[in-house]
């Protein structure tokens, strides 16, 4: 009985591990939007990342023609988000900054934490508080567990107007395409993740 009771823990953590490992792989279907970014071919990553991008890191920059939001969503981002710019589509955009890296992330148990902010012209607060909004993520440059939504979708509002909310655990530095999905709407960025 007392080795019954020694082996018992062993047995209940081996089957845990192994239903997480059959999750994180179907966490991993990747979605490929048909004006995404191209995928670079993975590379051998450093432990730990330049904080510039690497050449073959296909970052989003901003567009050439800048996307104007439909009413009532001003016409570029407010003065306080300095250098930042509008990227998408009246079904979905969301903001981007000119530098092509993230950095100084908070870190928790699931790696780098950062918070998305989306808009969409089909987005109301009023009706959908917690939208059914998708998000995965996908490292362009190494392999790597999938990207994690830290929780379901909410809703902010300010001088930039109501906006889907989303937050994020990247697991690593590196290159990665991030792709966010609401009603028949995608939308994917790729940028630089640096310490």
């Known amino acids: 009985m007392r080795k019954l009771r020694q082996i018992l823990p062993i047995l209940i953590l081996a089957s845990f591990l192994t239903s997480c490992a059959g999750n994180t792989a179907a966490?991993?279907?990747?979605?490929?939007?048909?004006?995404?970014?191209?995928?670079?071919?993975?590379?051998?990553?450093?432990?730990?990342?330049?904080?510039?991008?690497?050449?073959?890191?296909?970052?989003?920059?901003?567009?050439?023609?800048?996307?104007?939001?439909?009413?009532?969503?001003?016409?570029?981002?407010?003065?306080?988000?300095?250098?930042?710019?509008?990227y998408g589509a009246p079904e979905l955009w969301t903001m981007l900054g000119p530098g092509v890296a993230w950095s100084d992330l908070p870190q928790d148990g699931h790696g780098f934490t950062e918070k998305i902010f989306w808009w969409s012209q089909d987005f109301d607060v009023n009706v959908e508080p917690y939208p059914a909004f998708t998000v995965i993520g996908e490292r362009l440059d190494a392999p790597s567990s999938p990207l994690i939504l830290s929780e379901k979708a909410t809703n902010a509002s300010a001088d930039f107007g109501t906006a889907i909310l989303t937050g994020v655990n990247i697991p690593t530095l590196g290159c990665w395409k991030i792709t966010g999905k609401y009603k028949d709407a995608e939308l994917s960025f790729v940028i630089w993740v640096a310490p």
Request: hydrophobic share 25%; charged share 20%; net charge negative.
């Open 27 to 86: 966490q991993s279907k990747e979605v490929t939007p048909t004006d995404a970014p191209e995928k670079a071919e993975p590379t051998a990553a450093p432990e730990t990342a330049p904080h510039d991008p690497l050449t073959s890191c296909p970052v989003t920059r901003a567009p050439d023609v800048p996307f104007v939001p439909p009413s009532p969503y001003p016409s570029e981002p407010p003065a306080r988000y300095v250098d930042q710019f509008w």
